[in-house]
């Protein structure tokens, strides 16, 4: 019996004429940018560095094209932007020891949201490669240690006819469920030495499908079939799996109300009836989840915010659909389904029947309003007013990139994200900086929408050289710096914690002239001008900068007082 993929197509004799004669001038960084051609990949993103220049020179012979950022860190920020806005593998080009190592915070950030990224390193030449203190440039015993608890896999490279297969596996591994970054690493002589390897032409694309176990989906499907009080948590899986239609289908056939999670926004519909939005930081959703007697979680691992702080305590049984082996009842019991969220969905709703319960909405509807009885009771206005202007400003369809901030903070639960796949934040690892870049990388990924990036003045520091990277490239990024003067977020934590901050305070520039220093617009903005002066920049193509003078504060925890 033959099967589709034991057939193999016959070159012709054109391709084998030219797979005998190879253009030449061609190096093993030739094979790179021909490889990542021939597996679809359009846009690259990266630095240059001494080791690397054979890939960068290459690439002067490509298609590809390049947008090189001013850190190494931004530059991975980037690129997970891309993958998430594109489905792609962003390929992320560094160079050697400390150029690769400024890379390691995005690739965490890209670990913990399933953000496909494809970083290919250079390493020092073959002849110190082992661990022999050789004392090379930019050496280091073991490089691709430093990553390996970091990334989905490492595919290392000795030889230029290892470099077409170990860059497809790692495509391949990048965007296998759980999508994630993947670190490949070449040495830096294989990458300038002259090839005689025929031109790259073509790759397999496709990554390996992640279907659940029929079983384990006729027992899910039972246990929801039987539940009275259904619910569901929606996290970031489903928006890497573009789930979300079939998630609104399956609630809505249960009469299942849903909340999501910080890196769930806008999986199920912001007003749907059944939608308890994203407060799942909130203690009334918390209880009300612990209620439930089946509870349908996809795509999370439920972990620290996922599960408020640790706090959920379900009482009746978990399903658990997860992408990411090691999530699987790492924090809870349950019945676990390891598939991609939108196979294990489609599975669920070939099998479960219609549901009737006309208190769903209503139980949905008291579970809101008590948690907006407990924000009004905080007199926190000038925050509610401010996320309520850069709603307003923002185009419905626009993407927005969230850092480390209190504005971000409040967006993860009461921002209307309009829809999956258009809010993004750093929650996955936690580091600063990641706004601006990943906006940046958003706007290369698709310059047809304005991208919003939301950050504070310390956050924004990190990423102030880019402002260089956004005009080079007339990237259509704007950019809201809400300036406290410093780590607004810590102030408040040690000022609660110790009554008082310390290593909070920061000097800072003057924003608008820095911005303008750059070739980019900027504006000084206040809470009642905001709206207006955001979305006057954000109608403007090209890069802006819009910054908003405020000291704002968190709405109070609920897992330390309820």
């Known amino acids: 019996m033959t099967h589709d993929h034991d057939l193999v197509l016959r070159p012709t004799q054109a391709q084998i004429a030219a797979a005998l004669n190879p253009p030449a001038g061609r190096t093993g960084g030739d094979l790179v940018v021909e490889t990542l051609a021939g597996l679809g990949a359009t846009t690259v993103f990266g630095l240059p560095g001494q080791h690397a220049l054979g890939m960068f020179d290459a690439l002067r012979r490509s298609d590809l094209r390049y947008i090189g950022l001013r850190v190494e860190n931004n530059a991975g920020f980037a690129a997970d932007a891309y993958g998430r806005i594109t489905g792609e593998a962003a390929p992320l080009l560094l160079s050697t020891g400390p150029g690769a190592l400024t890379s390691l915070a995005a690739l965490q950030e890209a670990a913990a949201a399933s953000a496909p990224v494809l970083a290919i390193s250079s390493q020092i030449p073959s002849a110190g490669l082992g661990g022999g203190r050789h004392g090379y440039l930019h050496e280091l015993p073991d490089q691709s240690a430093s990553f390996r608890g970091v990334v989905k896999s490492v595919h290392t490279v000795r030889a230029q006819s290892q470099i077409p297969s170990a860059i497809e596996a790692a495509w391949k591994s990048a965007l296998t469920a759980p999508h994630g970054p993947v670190w490949v690493e070449i040495p830096q002589d294989v990458l300038l030495a002259e090839t005689s390897i ?33 619910a569901i948590i929606a996290g970031g899986g489903v928006v890497r799996a573009d789930a979300s239609g079939k998630l609104k289908q399956l609630a809505e056939r249960l009469q299942a109300p849903v909340v999501t999670t910080p890196g769930g926004k806008g999986a199920f519909p912001w007003t749907h009836p059944l939608s308890l939005q994203s407060w799942i930081e909130d203690r009334y959703t918390t209880d009300f989840l612990e209620d439930a007697d089946v509870v349908l979680v996809v795509g999370s691992g439920l972990g620290e915010l996922s599960s408020n702080y640790h706090t959920f305590k379900p009482r009746g049984r978990v399903i658990q659909i997860e992408a990411d082996l090691g999530k699987l009842e790492s924090n809870h019991p349950a019945l676990g389904i390891h598939a991609d969220a939108r196979l294990a969905l489609q599975a669920l709703l070939e099998t479960v029947p219609e549901r009737e319960d006309a208190t769903a ?120 710096i809400v300036d406290d003067g410093g780590y607004g977020i810590l102030r408040e934590y040690m000022t609660d914690a110790f009554g008082e901050a310390t290593a909070t305070e920061l000097t800072r520039p003057d924003y608008v002239a820095l911005a303008e220093s750059f070739g980019v617009s900027g504006v000084r903005t206040t809470p009642e001008t905001l709206e207006a002066d955001l979305a006057k920049a954000l109608q403007t193509p090209g890069p802006s900068v819009v910054v908003l003078p405020a000291v704002l504060r968190m709405f109070a925890p609920t897992h330390l007082t309820m």
Request: net charge negative; glycine share 8%; proline share 8%.
């Open 198 to 230: 025929p031109v790259v032409t073509g790759g397999d694309a496709f990554p390996e499908e992640l279907p659940p176990r029929p079983e384990l989906t006729a027992v899910a499907a039972h246990l929801l079939s039987g539940a009275a009080r259904p």
């Open 361 to 480: 909405p209503e139980r949905v509807r008291e579970v809101l309003a008590k948690v907006a009885d407990r924000i009004a009771s905080q007199e926190l206005t000038l925050e509610q007013e401010v996320l309520a202007s850069v709603r307003r400003a923002l185009p419905a369809d626009s993407p927005s990139f969230w850092d480390m901030t209190i504005l971000a903070y409040w967006a993860w639960s009461a921002f209307d994200a309009k829809g999956p796949n258009l809010l993004h934040s750093a929650q996955g690892a936690g580091g600063l900086g990641y706004g601006y870049p990943a906006a940046l990388g958003a706007a290369a990924a698709d310059p047809t929408r304005p991208v919003l990036a939301v950050s504070g003045d310390g956050g924004a520091l990190y990423s102030i050289a880019e402002l260089a990277t956004a005009r080079q490239y007339d990237l259509n990024v704007t950019w809201l």
